[in-house]
């Protein structure tokens, strides 16, 4: 097994270390979307969802480039996995990108659970005034036909 040369691990360090910038974003972006849901501010979710989009293009690219220079170093190896001697600094930041994609996964699918409970309450607020409007009795009070 060979192991990768300083040369290489400075530039995967660097992929890394962008890669964790790029992920904080893209939590930071959930965020934003989050609040802009609970607070049913539209035109902020189609901006956050455009910086969403450029942003995993970004990590796209950068993991792009990881496979590159992994697959140039050793053809057997296309990601890095713990069978590589990495140095600790290398470790800690994939260890860091992980737990830092997992963390965007909760919250993506918590905005995914916002979104479907205001998508489910549109409709059923949708189909009641439908019901209305061809439904011309009127109630009293008490909830009696009239």
């Known amino acids: 097994m060979q192991s990768l040369f300083a040369e290489d691990k400075k530039k995967l360090l660097d992929i890394l270390t962008a890669e964790r910038k790029t992920v904080l974003a893209i ?3 959930l965020k934003k979307e989050q609040e802009s849901l609970i607070n049913a501010k539209v035109d902020d979710i189609f901006k956050l969802a455009s910086e969403k989009d450029l942003q995993l293009y970004h990590l796209g ?4 480039q990881q496979c590159e220079l ?3 170093h050793d053809s057997q190896y296309t990601t890095l996995d ?3 001697n990495c140095d600790a600094n290398l470790d800690q930041l994939w260890a860091d990108i ?6 965007a996964k909760q919250l993506n699918d918590t905005n995914e659970t916002i ?3 205001n998508l489910q309450y549109s409709q059923n607020l949708s189909f009641i005034l439908h019901g209305s409007y061809k439904n011309h009795a009127l109630y009293n ?4 036909k009239i």
């Open 27 to 29: 939590i930071d972006t």
């Open 115 to 117: 979104i479907s409970m």
């Open 82 to 84: 713990n069978s590589y």
């Open 141 to 144: 009070a008490r909830g009696v």
């Open 61 to 64: 690219n950068l993991y792009k």
């Open 70 to 72: 992994l697959q140039s």
């Open 98 to 103: 992980l737990n830092l994609i997992s963390s």
